[in-house]
């Protein structure tokens, strides 16, 4: 029923996953999950750990830092938390991007 | 009273990383915990006893923070089964107290939904209150307390501020609600996404956002998140902590050396030479001394980790590793104790418990004694000396410094081979993701500190202590015992077991260049790695007087050929010669499979070292 619900969604405004995301960028959580690639945990298991840190459907988030080889790891603002993770599990996130940042 | 009073209470604290349930923990119980594992498992159990309001005694458990019921480590495992009851050993607790940080309610709301289900009567602690309210941060705490249908107590675990109030409502809570119906289950995705969603609604409608937002963790790590500031600060701070352990350290190790030595003296000159004062100087006081020495470059150590976990800071230095940790199959926090190991293995592999991950801190612990330790450099230093010659090469650069650079390169390239070998071909599959909260920077609690700072001490005295001395004295029995034949003309040694070892491994060493003197040297220096330089003086029978290391240096450069040479230098890259490492290995892992593992893995590399060298050497004509 949710993955009805994100591909709606997905229709409008600059949809792409977090891990695309360069410092300063803004956007809300639009879909959690989308993982098939990550080849360490089965995307269950991610997806389930990234909700269990706040990573959810509607939360705000805000690329803060990152790191100096390759940008990664990278540094969130999701709603009033600090969470570091890399590009890798990023990708399982989709950010619909406030435009013109 | 009655017996209903008098009978005791348990409570169990459960909350998020970073909620301050610890600081609670020590608020609550001060000195008065005992800290042990979990039956069969490496994770740490701490428990506290106190007398609540009502008279009652309650022992209060310290559970690892937790995010989800939904157990991932064998940490979160352990807070599920505790709370759940199903613990090994252990009954289910009387009460939660479930510890919140006021500021940032959501996640641990979500934890508290999950905690309903279980059906433990629990208290919420909205702990770090005074943060909250200084952020103008509004929380109706009735609505609150009647949406998660528990009692709420605000707490400042910091300043010991709610803890009556949060222990009355323990009382009352054992007293009056009686445990409800298990309902939970490993939530699916579709549960976390619902609790979420109820959780969002709480918080809405029961907290109004904070009026003077934290701006100031943002602007810190504005610097000391930045791609080249932030890892030159990093970088700072370790040259700082490493300079620290090193020299700060040294004054109270000599000073603990001193007094250890002027005590052996006492005893000599109280007691008769014989097998008693033999066992009292070398082997018990050496023994202890032996662990205590360790104590200051710990505490130190260990002030500096603190300082850096509870200000915040931590998460960030991990933060900056992980890319370059990474490339070894580690985890970005393997990089403060593998720093560490530069000064002693035994500090480094107790500061592992910044790992969560089991097999991130099992790679980091196996790999730690491969990284240059100050106990080798007695042994380069004399080896160098003796065959390097003080030459200058390239026209500025010392060939005798270069030496030992190559030899601590050496370590560091073994230590993240090694980590790459174990990551990508033993454990493949497990290796973790790097998630996780950068908390808010706080100022550290002194009082919170050095709290911390005595149990990590009592915890090494004791226990570390208890594994290594009897190793210190086996170590004294093998070389003491049998004494030499009446007229002996070979050092005493040479007719020990160690002796009798040695000359019976003579035949292994042989191919890698090893003469019996070195081989019999290996033995006590078991004991610790600069132990071997000592007994070499003495098999070789030079004076342990002043200069002895240059007398022996001279003696060394005519008996050793220069291959000979570098592969005992080879040989100490890697060979596990240092049995109080070992011991603390067994501590932390729980069990003897891992120092075994160790032990053989360094032996094997160390045997294989030296052997290439040798022959390498050999067929140079330096043989």
């Known amino acids: 029923m949710h993955n009805g619900a994100a591909t709606t969604e997905t229709l409008a405004g600059d949809v792409r996953p977090l891990s695309t995301a360069r410092p300063g960028e803004r956007g809300v959580i639009v879909h959690v999950g989308d993982h098939d690639e990550h080849g360490v945990l089965n995307a269950d298991e991610l997806e389930r750990r990234l909700l269990e840190l706040g990573f959810v459907e509607g939360a705000a988030i805000e690329l803060l830092h990152e790191g100096m080889i390759g940008g990664d790891p990278i540094a969130v603002r999701v709603d009033d938390m600090r969470v570091a993770l890399r590009r890798r599990e990023a990708h399982a996130i989709s950010i619909r991007f406030e435009s013109g940042n | ?623």
């Open chain 2, 1 to 623: 009273m009655t017996d209903v009073t008098l009978s005791p209470l348990r409570a169990a604290l459960v909350g998020n990383p970073n909620s301050g349930k610890t600081a609670l923990f020590n608020a609550l119980t001060g000195a008065r915990q005992k800290v042990a594992n979990y039956a069969g498992v490496t994770v740490e159990r701490k428990e506290g006893l106190l007398t609540t309001p009502a008279g009652r005694t309650l022992s209060v458990l310290d559970l690892p923070g937790t995010y989800s019921l939904r157990a991932r480590s064998p940490d979160e495992v352990v807070t599920r089964d505790a709370v759940l009851g199903r613990l090994q050993g252990e009954t289910a607790p009387d009460v939660v107290v479930c510890v919140a940080d006021a500021t940032n309610l959501r996640l641990i709301l979500r934890l508290v939904l999950e905690l309903k289900q279980v059906g433990r009567p629990f208290v919420l602690a909205l702990n770090m209150f005074d943060i909250a309210q200084r952020q103008g941060l509004q929380i109706d705490i009735e609505r609150l307390s009647k949406e998660i249908g528990a009692p709420i107590v605000t707490t400042v675990a910091t300043r010991k501020r709610g803890l009556e109030d949060l222990l009355r409502q323990v009382d009352a809570v054992a007293q009056t609600v009686a445990p409800g119906e298990n309902v939970w289950r490993e939530p699916t995705s579709a549960d976390l996404r619902h609790a979420h969603a109820e959780a969002r609604r709480i918080v809405k409608a029961c907290v109004k956002p904070a009026e003077r937002p934290d701006t100031i963790t943002g602007r810190i790590d504005g610097v000391l998140l930045h791609p080249a500031a932030g890892l030159a600060i990093l970088l700072g701070l370790l040259f700082l902590m490493f300079q620290a352990v090193f020299t700060w350290a040294t004054p109270a190790m000599d000073g603990i050396e001193a007094g250890f030595a002027a005590l052996s003296e006492l005893i000599n000159g109280v007691l008769p030479d014989g097998l008693i004062q033999s066992l009292l100087v070398d082997g018990l006081i050496g023994g202890v001394g032996s662990v205590v020495v360790f104590l200051p470059q710990i505490l130190i150590l260990f002030f500096f980790i603190i300082m850096l976990e509870d200000s915040g800071y931590m998460a960030r230095a991990a933060f900056l590793m992980d890319k370059i940790m990474g490339g070894a199959g580690l985890h970005g926090r393997a990089f403060i104790p593998l720093l560490s190991s530069f000064a002693c293995a035994i500090p480094g592999i107790m500061s592992t418990r910044v790992i969560d991950n089991k097999q991130d801190r099992l790679t980091t612990i196996l790999v730690a004694p491969l990284m240059t330790c100050s106990a080798r450099i007695p042994v380069y230093t004399l080896i160098i000396a003796a065959f390097i010659p003080n030459t200058t090469v390239w026209g500025f650069v010392s060939l005798q410094g270069l030496v030992m650079f190559g030899l601590y390169a050496a370590g560091i390239v073994s230590a993240l081979t090694v980590s790459f070998v174990i990551r990508r071909i033993f454990w493949r599959g497990s290796v973790e993701p790097f998630m996780m909260e950068l908390p808010t920077y706080k100022a550290p609690d002194i009082k919170n500190v050095l709290m911390n700072l005595w149990i990590r001490a009592r915890i090494f005295m004791s226990r570390a202590g208890r594994i290594i001395l009897p190793l210190m004295i086996l170590v004294w029995a093998l070389s003491t015992f049998p004494y030499p034949p009446e007229g002996a003309t070979e050092p005493a040694i040479d007719y020990s077991f160690a002796g009798m070892i040695g000359h019976f491994i003579q035949p292994v060493m042989e191919p890698i260049g090893f003469n019996w003197q070195m081989s019999i040297a290996l033995i006590p220096g078991m004991a610790a790695r600069e132990v071997a330089v000592a007994v070499l003086g003495t098999v070789y029978a030079v004076s342990e007087a002043d200069g002895a290391t240059d007398a022996l240096a001279s003696l060394l450069s005519s008996q050793w050929s220069i291959a000979t040479a570098l592969s005992f230098l080879a040989w100490y890259v890697f060979a596990p010669q240092c049995a109080p490492t070992l011991g603390v290995v067994k501590r932390e892992t729980n069990g003897w499979l891992w120092p075994s593992v160790m032990f053989f893995y360094m032996v094997g590399l160390a045997y294989l070292a030296a052997f290439v060298t040798f022959r390498a050497a050999s067929a140079f004509g330096l043989g």
